[in-house]
């Protein structure tokens, strides 16, 4: 009788994990080390724009190129001035800190492939995961994607723009209850831009250059690997975040190879117990 019961509970089990299954890919640490503090880091110059002032909470920087075009007269620094740290020893440090996070970023196990070659974010809610993208034929995001955290306690999402990443004029990425900036990394193969109004979070990490835009706010940070930065009367607000992707993991929806051993040992459960309760 005891063993009757316990393979009935058996076999609920199974069918439970069966309908309710999520794969879970584990992200690869991405450490940030100096470069955690830079809201704005750059390797080839940053430029405030004379439209209006911009307002940066966090450290700003560029090296090899040290030229930061702007300061004081077209930016608010939130901490004082002491957030420009120019081509000091901390922003040589930190410049080589992005770029080795950057390379961990590129490299990360791809778990969705975005398809489309035009808005291929707009109108998306996003659970964790890996994306990947190409470039689109006017902007990547037009509208507003939401990222929801499918119930994971540290949701991550990374996004892979395979060339430029772009996204239009008021567009903008909401974040669900659950989720906050540090939990998005932006990884770019070229150029991003942010266009006019965007309201934007998380890393990004760019291969080349930076623009935001007027009036965008990122929730975030804007590093350029190899180009420049360039600001125009917007709001960067910096992250504590000094790392992510550990405890940290994605969770996805798997229709693979993990679904189909789960169904093939669901049926030979299946088909074990009808021959033993025939048996009993």
């Known amino acids: 009788m005891n063993v009757t019961y316990s393979l009935r509970m058996g076999l609920v089990a199974a069918a439970a994990i069966f309908l309710s299954h999520n794969a879970t890919a584990q992200i690869t640490p991405i450490d940030y080390g100096t470069a955690s503090s830079f809201s704005i880091l750059s ?3 940053i430029t405030f724009a004379a439209t209006g002032p911009s307002t940066i909470s966090g450290n700003i920087g560029s090296y090899p190129t040290l030229s930061i075009t702007g300061v004081p007269a077209n930016v608010v620094f939130t901490t004082g001035p002491t957030q420009n740290q120019g081509g000091d020893g901390l922003t040589q440090s930190a410049t080589t800190d992005a770029s080795n996070a950057y390379t ?9 492939v975005l398809a489309g070659s035009d808005n291929q974010l707009g109108g998306l809610t996003l659970v964790p995961g890996v994306y990947q993208m190409s470039a689109a034929s006017t902007a990547n995001l037009i509208g507003s994607l939401t990222l929801d955290p499918n119930g994971v306690t540290n949701p991550v999402w990374i996004f892979e723009a395979t060339s430029t990443l772009v996204t239009a004029s008021n567009s903008s990425v909401i974040l669900d209850p659950g989720v906050v900036p540090c939990d998005v990394v932006w990884v770019v193969g070229s150029s991003a831009t942010l266009g006019t109004g965007t309201d934007f979070a998380g890393t990004i990490m760019a291969s080349a250059s930076i623009t935001l835009n007027t009036t965008v706010t990122l929730d975030g940070r804007a590093w350029a690997m190899t180009g420049a930065v360039t600001l125009d009367e917007d709001t960067v607000t910096g992250l504590p975040c000094t ?3 550990e405890p940290k993991v994605a ?3 798997d229709h693979g190879s993990t679904l189909l051993l789960l169904a093939s040992g669901l ?3 299946l088909g074990f117990g009808r021959r033993f309760l025939a048996l009993v």
């Not at 961990?104 to 969705?112: S, W």
Request: proline share 5%.
């Open 251 to 253: 969770t996805v929806p």
């Open 267 to 269: 049926a030979a459960l």
């Open 43 to 45: 390797g080839a110059g």
């Open 104 to 112: 961990v970023a590129a490299g990360e196990t791809v778990t969705t």
């Open 243 to 245: 790392s992510i992707g």
